[in-house]
Structure formats: C-alpha cells, structure tokens
C-alpha cells in the first residue's frame, strides 16, 4: 500500500465574500514531514489564509486538505477548531497568561496527571529554546520578542506533529531573531517536528526553510531550495521578494553593458564588481549606505541607478567607477 501524503492540499481555493481578488487559489502542495517548509509572498497574497486552511481553522470553497490521508476538518465540524496534532504561534500572543511567570504559562499546556513529568518537560523546552533565565519572570514583563518565545514553547511542548508559524519573529530583535531561528531548526532536527511558516521576509526564510514557496495573489508561482529559487528564480516577483536587486528595461540594460532579449533585467547587488581605473569610469558613487560590515552603494549613469554590494569600503561619494557585472537574469 503507498503512505498516504503528510499534509497535503489539493486545488484548494479560498474567497472572502465581497472581496473577489483574496484568498487563495487553486493551491495544491504537499508538505514533507520533519522539514522546514516556508511560504514567502507580499503581504495579502494569502498566507494567513493558506495557514488557516492547512490547520483547519477555515474551510475552503473548493478543494481539499488532507493530514495522513485524511481531510482536515472546518471549524464547522469541530468543538475546538484547528486540527489536534498541529498547533500555530502568529504574531499574536494574546493567549499568554500576562500575569502568570514564564515557567507556568508553559507547563500549564501539559496535563497534572503525572505532576514530575510536567516538571520535567517544562525544563526541557525551555532548555531547548533558550529559556530557563526567563522562567521566574511574568510574561507581563517580557519584550516583544521573549513573548514571541514562550508562545512557541508553549506550541512546542505538546509536541504535535505539526508547527504552523505565521510570522511569529516580526517581534523579535534582529539579534535574537537568529538565536531563534536556530532553536527551532535543532528541534525540528532533533524531534522530526514539521513546520509550515509563512513570512515576507527574506533573511527569515531563506536562512531557515528546507523548501521555499512563493505565493502571490493567492496563487504558488514557484517553489524549490531556497538556494536555488534565489539563484535563479523564475520570476520577477521572486527575485523582487527576496532580494533588493537591480530591475533595468531592456534599455537601460543595454547601456551599462548586457545583452538582453527580455523586457525586463535583473541583477543582485552582489552580482556586481567595480574598481576605480580612472580614464573610463563613468559610474559617480551617489551614495554610500553603511551596513556594517559591508556598504551598498548606489551608482548613477546617465539616470540609470545601480545598487552594488561592497565590503571593500575603499569608496567615497562623488568617486568614479567602472563595473563588471558577472551575472544576470531576464524577465
Ligand atoms: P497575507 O497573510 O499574505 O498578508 P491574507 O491571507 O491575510 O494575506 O489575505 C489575503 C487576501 O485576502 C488579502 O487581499 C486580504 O485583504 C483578503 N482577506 C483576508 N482576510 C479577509 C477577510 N476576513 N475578509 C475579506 N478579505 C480578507
Ligand atoms: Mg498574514
């Protein structure tokens, strides 16, 4: 007998009444279990909604969702709506007890049947997601972010088989984000958890998914590893998702020196080499963004503009450059 598919969706379609460009459509995928999926589109290209559908917190129009061979069901056929084995973390975390220390608002999602184990696990999450400092504090006075991380563990701690993030680090400093990040990649390696997250933001996915999908106006344009699909994605849209590249007309392309056949060019900030040899340089550094480590620079001529990545830092605003540019994609 073949296993029947994880979680899977199949031609599944969503509307809001009165809003006839929302929703979802026609969406069909099928999710691997212990694997990061992310979903990555503008905000209202669906996300929320396609989440929904996945836990079962909405039914769709058309269509059908499956968990292990069987259809999910709406929260019309449901006492407590969203499938028992999945739980999802939103940017919301208005179902934490503010009043009540970290350590309680996580243990009370487990049972007092066996009051050691209850103990014991509570430990053992918050261990795993970085916790323990946090456990006698109330969640009235934790950051943002330490909120966001003691909704997950509360999610993670009943261990289901499936974990629904719909934005949950939009919280979180950019410093912890990645502490995060990497927490619940070790769990999801540890314990075979699948996660299903949908985000706008490129570091988030790109840095956490095993399989990326890119969803817009409700519909999946594409799909694969995110190293891949940003190598070499097959639309504009994608590219415009997950990175800040360049976009020239076939014109403009022309003049800084590629070849193009489509309307459309499209070159990473990264894809870009320049130096300074001074007789034939004809592109002025307009400005220099500091980024740290490295600078963008944004380079003008003629009234075209180029972003350039660099880490050289040996360039002022006002030089003269020439480029090189190593790669490109038409559209
Ligand atoms: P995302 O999470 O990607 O921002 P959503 O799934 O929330 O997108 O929404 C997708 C589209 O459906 C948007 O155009 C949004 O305005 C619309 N939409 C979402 N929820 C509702 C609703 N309850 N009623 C009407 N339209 C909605
Ligand atoms: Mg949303």
Known sequence: MVKAPFLQAISVTKTYSGAEASGVKNISLD?????????IGQSGSGK???LKLLYGLMSPDEGIVNFKGERIWGPEEKLIP?????KMVTQHTNDLNLFARVWDNVSAMLPSTNVRLKEEKTEEILTQLNMMQLAKQRVADLSGGE?????????????????????????VDTSFREGLQHDIRQIVRETGLTVVMVSHDPAEVLSMADKLLVLKTGEIVEGGHPKSLYQNPLNLYTAELLTNCNVLNANEAKACGMRADKEYVVVYPEWIRINKVLKTSKWKVQQVLFKGFYEDLILENDGILLRVVNDEGKYNEGDMVSLNIKKWLEY
């Not at 969203?82 to 999945?86: N, T, Y």
């Not at 966001?148 to 919280?171: C, G, K, M, S, Y």
């Open 31 to 39: 999710i691997e279990p212990g694997k990061i999926t992310a979903i």
């Open 82 to 86: 969203g499938h028992d084995a999945m």
């Open 48 to 50: 929320s909604t396609l």
């Open 147 to 171: 909120k966001q991380r003691v909704a997950i563990a509360r999610a993670i701690i009943t261990r289901p088989e499936v974990l629904l993030l719909d934005e949950p680090f939009n919280q």
